[in-house]
């Protein structure tokens, strides 16, 4: 079960620290409601702080979606808690985010570049994509190339170009990095950060207003998301990009 985190105003008469299990589209979520007020001593958040994670750890939640100014990593640490992670939700967006941020600039697509320091299936689901939307692909990957180019060359008849050198890597109008690059300049038109530790900002997460309804306010909206998706309450293609001017250059995991 995933766990909730929502900073809530203090009420009088009300605990300082409640807990209860929530239905969010159709997924079961372990909710914390921690009060907090712009006059409560961080001496006292801590400890509710503690309090909350002690009840998630209860509960036997490992994964938790946080506020988005939520400071106390350290203390879910201590009871094997961590934040849900990103990185599945954001390499499923890895090729929309690229046409969006071509489309943005006016690009044609014509070669996109992508770099893996290994093949997955969100790798192979990204250029397979790219190959279907852009004129030609580039693909530096250690291994496992040569078969998906004869893959997509036979149920698509597309071409794959492999073992790019870094000027053609450095001259295509996007730039698509599942594992980092310090090798590269990365300048780029549209760069697509989709590997773990990168903190480029996604574009808006749009959802259908019919589920948008439905999402709790006051947590981290992609940990969210991430949590849904992975749970199969959201399916593919229900998360989509909106625009934003961080769309392009610089896109994150």
């Known amino acids: 079960m995933f766990g909730l985190w929502i900073w809530a105003p203090p009420e009088r008469g009300q605990r300082a620290v409640k807990a209860a299990e929530r239905m969010v589209l159709h997924t079961h979520l372990?909710?914390?409601q921690v009060a907090r007020g712009p006059r409560t001593p961080a001496a006292v958040i801590r400890r509710r702080a503690a309090?909350?994670?002690?009840?998630?750890?209860?509960?036997?939640?490992?994964?938790?979606?946080?506020?988005d100014d939520f400071?106390?990593?350290?203390?879910?640490?201590?009871?094997?808690?961590?934040?849900?992670?990103?990185?599945?939700?954001?390499r499923e967006l890895a090729a929309e985010q690229t046409c969006r941020g071509l489309e943005d600039r006016g690009l044609s697509g014509g070669t996109v570049a992508v770099s893996a320091d290994a093949m997955s299936a969100e790798l192979v689901r990204t250029v397979t994509e790219l190959s279907l939307r852009c004129?030609?692909?580039?693909?530096?990957?250690p291994y496992?190339?040569?078969?998906?180019a004869g893959r997509l060359r036979r149920e698509y008849g597309v071409a794959l170009r492999l073992e790019p050198d870094l000027a053609r890597l450095g001259e295509a109008e996007a730039l698509v990095l599942f594992a980092p690059r310090t090798d590269l300049r990365r300048n780029n038109p549209v760069v697509v950060e989709a590997y773990r530790g990168s903190e480029a900002p996604l574009p808006p997460l749009l959802l259908p207003p019919?589920?948008?309804?439905?999402?709790?306010?006051?947590?981290?909206?992609?940990?969210?998301l991430a949590a849904l998706r992975e749970s199969g309450a959201l399916r593919p293609g229900q998360i989509s990009l909106g625009?934003?001017?961080?769309?392009?250059n610089g896109s994150g995991a």
Do not use: F, H, W
Not at 75 to 86: N, Q, S, Y
């Open 30 to 32: 372990y909710s914390v």
């Open 51 to 67: 309090a909350a994670a002690r009840k998630l750890e209860k509960a036997g939640v490992r994964r938790v979606v946080l506020p």
């Open 71 to 90: 400071a106390y990593g350290d203390v879910l640490e201590k009871r094997g808690i961590g934040a849900v992670d990103t990185l599945a939700l954001r």
């Open 135 to 141: 004129r030609y692909v580039l693909l530096d990957v």
């Open 144 to 148: 496992g190339g040569p078969d998906l």
């Open 210 to 224: 019919a589920l948008e309804e439905q999402l709790p306010a006051g947590c981290c909206r992609i940990q969210l």
């Open 243 to 248: 625009r934003s001017a961080a769309a392009g």
